[in-house]
């Protein structure tokens, strides 16, 4: 049997799981010394292949590869960069090339969204377009669950589990507080074009009047006065009232509402930050006192509040895409497939990555309720699922003990490269 | 012996364990049925006694009473409402002997920060200048840790741990998104005057360049000039630069942040968000791509990661204010006293409500580096031992399972009161 190396990296935006990804891959690979020889992995993602910026996990020892299960982040840096057409930068396919050759490369694991999967196609396809033999796979992995196929996507259920966790205790401060305090609060959480992380939130609410009473998708358009009749409501009827908002909600004319409120001291736009524009308006239609919170970067680095699924599904893809790419495969994502809701059950199945990649998968209409405002029983039946099981990381002295690695630089054979 | 009943109500703010607190108090007090009768929960703090909404908590089962210890929130509803003088409202003072007349309650137990100290010492005199015998006795609670004798108050310790944690992952997510993205990372934590929460972020810096890198306190006033070249220093040797930032930071002509920034569409003055005031400065000076969060509420109802050590002193200062009632006591409050930082070692002593009302304490000049933008050693010897051991709440279906109380409502026994 041929011996070759492996190329892994991360790509997009990181989750609390993708490092579960990364174990999966390299601990896998190191079963099979006979037909992988290390596991190379890009520094920032592609632009680490490009630039020759190898690392050699081969020098990191089982146990700091076993830690990063529990360590959220991308360990060996990921970036935001989309190989251009072959056409359009040929001089960045033959550069890949250089770099595979020179690091006996044969295969290609790229842990990332869409965009990530249509690097990962790209470069599935340089056998044919190129002459260079390379099996290129691609491990799925985004906190916005946009992914076409998958029943889910790596990264999802954690966030949703940490969403629908801090409005419920946020709703339960705002019940103490409303007789003499806040009465609204308004939780932002991110998913720009679609809302599976805003349903999410839904969970939380199990049952009449439970918080959050009223959630706010990207693909409902957010109709002002109905929104604010449903906030007045629930003042009047539940005391107080739990709002969860999608960063990327559009006004009527199609209008990020993230950029049509504010104006900073400059008289710049003031860019994100749709809760308070949401709060502002609640204060000067209602008069009610609000407080807002935006969970940002902390809802999908949250690794100690991961969904035990998720982090299960993060490292059973990363094995399955070696597993994979040792029975002579190109161009696939193995894929989560659901057998049964409750109790969860799924396997792992191959998809196309022509299928997969530039597909963004959005909420199903029925998911949302008729008034736009709440998820559906159907809704909960697929979320659900996804955010059983804590999977708590080891803390030490109090604090979560995240792994960070020594990330040995592969010596470089190449001449510099300019990206 | 007499049998008396008591009065017990939550005050102010909010915490992931005034519950617990509760749960201290009541469980105690089920102990000494020769000497206390029923304990009557306030329904939303003192303003219950007021007007007389009392919930009788021995219609509570055990288990409920027990599930507190692991609620976040105030389970009986909590106010912002302070008792004004004697003198300037005299007709309070006699409603509060009426309705603790008319429900035979000798014991009164409040649990709040500086403002309801304040309270439950007026309370304590009622003997004395009404004529009506009453033992009142103070339970320490409050997030901004602000109260003085006490080592800590119950409460900052788990958001301490919350902030700290939060900022950790958030640091690592940072740092690998950098290389083509995110380089500045703004957190926004609770502590208007006295900056304890904002050190606490510090503890998730236990070396070298870890983040966060900056922290800005409301005790110093900002610099303008040299925050942004500390930022850039952070950017150009670590690659990114996290910040915890309080939502009380003053600028230099003592103005807050927060309210000098940012207008609203309708030309309003935006309350609260100094995270996007100073991520837009970071934006507009220095170029950086940035991100912000504003924790708000999810800092103090985060009971899912709630400090063990913080948990069993709130449970134990509710002890400890029942059994100091019954030595006879009177307007005095239980209060963490520090015996040892490793492992931490303390026990309870009793602070006269005089010398805690109205006092507010600051943090300490020597916690802060001479720089102003970080904590010394001295202030991690302090704060660490407040966020020591997990104590999770039971998840059921991957959430958490906090208890909701029936609240039996007190049958009614004098005409209504209007506050």
Known sequence: MTVKNAFYAQSGGVTAVINASAAGVIETARQHPDRIGKVFAGHNGIIGALTENLI????????????LRHTPSGAFGSCRYKLKSLEANRAEY?????????????????????????????????????????????????????LPITDCCPGFGSVAKYVATSIREAGFDVASMAATSTKVFI???????????????????????????????????FDQDAFLARVK??????????????????????????ET??????????????????????????????HWAVADYLQRSARHLASAVDVEQAYALGQAAVRIALEGKNAVMPAIRRLQDSPYQWDIIEAPLKDVANVEKFMPREFITEDGFHITDECRRYLSPLIQGEDYPPFVNGMPAYVQLNNHKVERKLPEFKI
């Open 56 to 67: 050699d996990t081969s020098m990191e020892p089982a146990e700091n590869i076993a830690a």
């Open 94 to 146: 033959e550069r890949l090339i250089e770099v595979f050759r020179a690091h006996d490369i044969g295969y290609f694991f790229y842990n990332g969204g869409g965009d990530s999967a249509d690097t990962c196609l790209k470069v599935s396809q340089l056998a044919e377009t190129m002459g260079y033999p390379i099996q290129a796979i691609h491990v799925p992995k985004t906190v916005d669950n946009d």
């Open 187 to 221: 939780l932002e959480v991110m998913g720009r074009h679609a809302g599976w992380i805003t349903a999410a939130c839904g969970l939380a609410s199990e049952g009449e009047g439970q918080p959050p009473h009223i959630l706010l998708f990207p693909e409902v358009r």
């Open 233 to 258: 409501e629930c003042v009047e009827t539940y005391g107080y009232c739990v709002i969860g908002v999608s960063e990327g909600i559009k006004n009527i004319d199609g209008k990020f509402l993230s």
């Open 261 to 290: 409120g504010l104006t900073d001291a400059f008289g710049h736009a003031q860019l994100g930050g749709v809760a308070p524009t949401v709060a502002n308006l609640v204060k000067d239609q209602l008069g009610y006192k609000y």
